[in-house]
């Protein structure tokens, strides 16, 4: 079984201001982990994944997350946000590679950029 | 068509209705998936089929009844719905259901008025 905490609901942060978003996950297995992007009446975009090998992962738009087995987390960052960031990420975890490990989603955080 | 799709993207539907939500995916997966997406609450899963059999039913009422005839479609039949049930609901497809990503269609918008 798995679980994904992210703190913080709402996160809001300037115009060129580094983002963090930060998740935590509980799982039993080595994870899989993923952050996907939402935007306004959109389904969800694939941000960037980790399964095994180099624990820090790069995405699209710029952002990366690191894999941090001992601190059971996987925190999102930019290091300079834009007005197109504004949307709301969810983070994800697998049990890996294994039948029947579905995605488990956090409960997501809304970040708003102010200009 | 590239991706996942849902048709149609908005629905407003009375409490009496019948309607069905469409999903289509042409990334050639084998897993799809239903969720519903409320206002200030999680992700809800909703369904799973893999290989077109049904594999999950997270509680769902059985006035939300799903359909996969094959890997590529999967449909929900919407019957008799409550003004609770308003949300978007998100199609997904993976490739099996071994811890992969999943990729997500755009949604439908349901309204029940």
């Known amino acids: 079984a798995q679980s994904v905490t992210q703190l913080g609901s709402h996160v809001s942060v300037s115009e060129g201001a580094l983002v963090l978003l930060r998740c935590n996950y509980s799982s039993s297995v080595p994870p899989y982990l993923f952050w996907y992007v939402q935007y306004p009446n959109q389904g969800l975009q694939l941000l960037l994944k980790y399964t095994t090998g180099a624990t820090l992962v790069k995405g699209i738009n710029g952002f990366e997350a690191e894999f941090k087995k001992s601190e059971t987390s996987f925190h999102l960052t930019k290091p300079s946000a834009h007005m197109s960031d504004a949307a709301e990420y969810f983070c994800?975890?697998?049990?890996?590679?294994?039948?029947?490990?579905?995605?488990?989603f956090g409960g997501g955080t809304r970040l708003m950029v102010k200009p | 068509e590239t991706g996942v799709t849902q048709t149609p993207r908005h629905l407003v539907m009375g409490m009496t209705n019948k309607k069905s939500l469409k999903c289509e995916q042409h990334?050639?997966?084998?897993?799809m998936y239903w969720y519903k997406q409320s206002a200030k609450k999680p992700l809800e899963l909703m369904f799973v089929y893999n290989f077109k059999e049904q594999t999950e039913n997270n509680s769902v009422p059985s006035r939300f009844s799903p359909e996969c005839p094959n890997s590529s479609h999967l449909f929900l039949h919407l019957h008799t719905l409550q003004p609770e049930d308003s949300a978007l609901y998100l199609c997904a497809s993976s490739p099996d259901l071994k811890g992969y990503e999943q990729y997500f269609g755009p949604g439908t918008r349901l309204t029940v008025t």
């Open positions: 990334l050639g997966h084998n897993a």
């Open positions: 994800a975890v697998s049990g890996g590679n294994n039948a029947g490990n579905m995605l488990t």
